[in-house]
């Protein structure tokens, strides 16, 4: 399932900005969906995960009380609300989607577009 994420952008550190992830063809309520991100020189980690049906979220320990991620089914349509910016929160931003609750980053053979946030301090 190839996603777009998008929303990113420049801010200053303590700000906000909401990221969206959609599908263009697959119906995402069929998946549970995933946010990863990838800063210059480092390897792609996980960010937080949302179940198909929005019961269950899992969040990064980096970012545990600062990012939320949500879903609009109907909208076909996953958020990640990042509050509290901190210059290493850097990075590209991905969404993936996957049938199994697995988030390795080994799950995805490929990955769709993503979008930078750059944090300024």
């Known amino acids: 399932v190839q996603l777009q994420a998008y929303g990113g952008g420049l801010v200053q550190a303590g700000g906000s900005l909401r990221l969206s992830c959609a599908a263009s063809?697959?119906?995402?309520?069929?998946?549970?969906v995933g946010w990863f991100r990838q800063a210059p020189g480092k390897e792609r980690e996980f960010v937080a995960a949302?179940?198909?049906?929005?019961?269950?979220?899992s969040h990064a320990d980096s970012v545990k009380g600062r990012f939320t991620i949500s879903r609009d089914n109907a909208k076909n349509t996953v958020y990640l609300q990042m509050n509290s910016l901190k210059p290493e929160d850097t990075a590209i931003y991905y969404c993936?989607?996957?049938?199994?609750?697995?988030?390795?980053?080994?799950?995805?053979?490929?990955w769709g577009q993503g979008t930078q946030v750059t944090v300024s301090s």
């Open positions: 993936a989607a996957n049938v199994r609750w697995n988030w390795a980053t080994t799950e995805f053979g490929s």
């Open positions: 063809v697959q119906t995402l309520s069929n998946y549970h």
């Open positions: 949302i179940m198909r049906t929005a019961g269950l979220t």
